[in-house]
């Protein structure tokens, strides 16, 4: 079954630490590009970070300096280190996938997974 499986969500205090795991399953020959987004209650989901098979990095202004995004190409997952976290943090992060592509050929332009809450509460 093809699908994003995020962990690594939860509560922590102001200042502290999470990080944020993404594993695609299925046989993927490539994954253009990965990433992270979030959406906090009342508010748009927006891009967090993005990482490309080669390696290239995008931040939101927000996060950068706190937030690190890497990639496992080899295990098809992706990593979000969030330090420093603020209470403005606090959402629902989704991972997505652009342009996957199976041994079979068949190619998913865009894949999301489910979410993952993480609550920044003292």
């Known amino acids: 079954q093809v699908q994003l499986v995020e962990s690594g969500g939860g509560l922590v205090q102001p200042g502290g630490s999470l990080r944020l795991s993404c594993a695609a399953s299925?046989?993927?020959?490539?994954?253009?590009?990965m990433g992270w987004h979030r959406q906090a209650p009342g508010k748009q989901r927006e891009l967090v970070a993005g990482i490309t098979d080669g390696g290239s990095a995008v931040y939101a202004d927000s996060v950068k300096g706190r937030f690190t995004i890497s990639r496992d190409n080899g295990k098809n997952t992706v990593y979000l280190q969030m330090n420093s976290l603020k209470p403005e943090d606090t959402a629902v992060y989704y991972c997505?996938?652009?342009?996957?592509?199976?041994?079979?050929?068949?190619?998913?332009?865009?894949?999301w997974g489910q979410g993952t809450l993480v609550t920044v509460s003292s």
């Open positions: 997505n996938a652009v342009r996957a592509t199976l041994t079979s050929g068949h190619t998913y332009n865009e894949l």
């Open positions: 299925g046989s993927f020959n490539s994954i253009n590009a």
